[in-house]
């Protein structure tokens, strides 16, 4: 870790009752929570998720042409008050695509960074409503390097994990988080600061959000998992010293985001149908949705990877059917293909972060792998009309979706061997 000359001194969480659509409301009760409770100086106070607008599916867009307002005015506030601000807002980047819920870290000279959540609560339909996030890095600023996190994220700790290694020494959590599962809340705050040493500043509403109940308890918690402080279920703003001296104190011995050793072992990816199938029938048992691609990957170039991650962000799991050498020479692909072999093809895929699971198939095409595995999501290129799909039809009939996935122009695996040919012959 590499903290800057300055570190925050002091964090703090403002707590509140959010009204859903009630923008004003929802500003004047941050307003006097900081007349009433004014910080210190340099103080770095966090948010509720949707901390001005609160959810209301039906006002989503009306909330995302509200963001820059709101910013600007925590900007005011920021100044005004000699502190730093952060909390989520909707975030809409692209006018036809669904917007994100995005963290916003603002200081007295403006806007520092954003984090979009990664992770959506589709318990709450929220799927249905944002876009997740497609990666998260530290936020740095003049007074240290802080990572953000929104609500359900706090369940994924490779997250924070992440976030750690990159050098973030706080991390901020913006909730909105039910009191049904209070101790939920209470025990991953303390565990992502245990786990990471660092700094967790979780602000969560309180209160009612529409029908729901807040848990409130916001919490500031040390590397230690020690809680420097800890509201109730009233309103107000918790504010707690921070200590650089402790965040390193405590990394001085031992420091596990700081330890990544790879210990996988990727050719254990690449198994056969039979093998396969009661390890989807495991994953598929805690709920994940499985896709499914398909090709000859002989070469793997640029293409071939954007295409795989986009297969598998549909997803919570990528299977790839592989075609065997036999299978290709089937495709009519030209003389000297595949130039790689199937097993060499096969290890090339299965160290690809995004890739599963790959399965080797002999037939023309994988029809029979599909109808076997019957993925929830089926993935081909835009190039193939959708009746033209293999096993398009069983997968749909099944209840599943097909996706068709726009390619890198100018990427293939034949223009790639004629750039080799053109060189040599040169």
Request: with cysteine; charged share 20%; hydrophobic share 40%.
């Amino acid at each position: 870790m590499q903290p800057g000359s300055k570190f925050f001194p002091a964090a703090a969480c403002a707590q509140f009752q959010i009204e859903p659509g009630n923008i004003k409301g929802n500003i004047t009760s941050l307003k006097h929570l900081l007349e009433q409770q004014a910080p210190a100086q340099d103080t770095l106070l966090v948010l509720p998720e949707m901390w001005a607008t609160g959810f209301s599916y039906p006002d989503t867009e009306s909330f995302a042409a509200a963001t820059p307002h709101v910013l600007e005015l925590m900007g005011k506030l920021a100044a005004q008050h000699g502190i730093f601000l952060a909390g989520s807002l909707t975030n809409k980047k692209v006018a036809a695509d669904l917007p994100f819920n995005t963290l916003y870290l603002v200081g007295p000279q403006g806007l520092l960074g954003q984090a979009d959540k990664q992770y959506l609560f589709s318990h709450w339909q929220e799927d249905q409503h944002y876009q997740p996030g497609k990666g998260s890095s530290p936020i740095d600023s003049q007074m240290g390097s802080v990572g953000g996190m929104v609500c359900y994220d706090l369940r994924f700790p490779e997250l924070a994990r992440s976030l750690a290694f990159g050098g973030c020494q706080i991390l901020l959590i913006s909730a909105q988080w039910p009191m049904s599962r209070l101790l939920h809340w209470q025990t991953l705050v303390r565990a992502r600061a245990i786990e990471n040493q660092v700094f967790v500043v979780a602000s969560n509403a309180c209160g009612t959000s529409g029908k729901m109940q807040m848990a409130g308890h916001s919490l500031i918690v040390a590397p230690d998992g020690s809680i420097l402080a800890e509201a109730e279920g009233e309103e107000g703003i918790v504010t707690a010293r921070l200590d650089l001296q402790m965040l390193k104190e405590q990394r001085r011995l031992f420091c596990p985001p700081g330890e990544r050793p790879w210990r996988f072992h990727d050719t254990a990816k690449i198994s056969t149908l039979e093998e396969l199938l009661p390890r989807l029938a495991a994953v598929r048992r805690q709920g994940s949705r499985i896709a499914f691609t398909n090709g000859c990957f002989d070469l793997l170039h640029a293409g071939h990877v954007s295409y795989l991650e986009e297969a598998r962000r549909g997803a919570d799991c990528l299977v790839v059917g592989l075609n065997s050498d036999s299978s290709v020479r089937l495709q009519n692909k030209g003389d000297g293909r595949p130039v790689n072999t199937e097993t060499d093809r096969a290890r090339v895929l299965a160290a690809l972060g995004c890739v599963d699971f790959v399965v080797l198939f002999d037939d023309p095409t994988p029809l029979a792998l599909i109808k076997a595995i019957l993925p929830e999501v089926l993935v081909k290129g835009a190039d193939w009309p959708e009746e033209q799909i293999a096993g398009a039809a069983e997968v749909k009939a099944a209840g599943g979706e097909v996706r068709r996935i726009e390619l890198t122009p100018g990427r293939s695996t034949s223009a790639l061997i004629a750039t080799i040919k053109n060189r040599v012959a040169r």
